[in-house]
């Protein structure tokens, strides 16, 4: 099984319409742990179709949407996401 998967995630709405960005997704590797995602790395035409064949079967990911914030990063033109504090964080 593959360590990470390309995925859409849910970043903002606009108009009540979901926004979304392609990343590639890595699974928590601890308990304690939330996955985590990064830019994708599109170099080959069956790279791309790794892609789309992942948001296919997968649809759009809104579990950072549902445990966070996001912010556009201005100097990355990526978006960064902060998780929403749990119980025992100040």
Known sequence: MSTWKYGMIKVAEDHGEDVCELVELYPPFADNESPSYTRPFLTSLRCLQMALKDVERDGINTWFWENGTFSWNQ????????????ENEE
């Open 75 to 86: 100097n990355e033109y990526f978006w960064d996401w902060k998780p929403n504090k749990g």
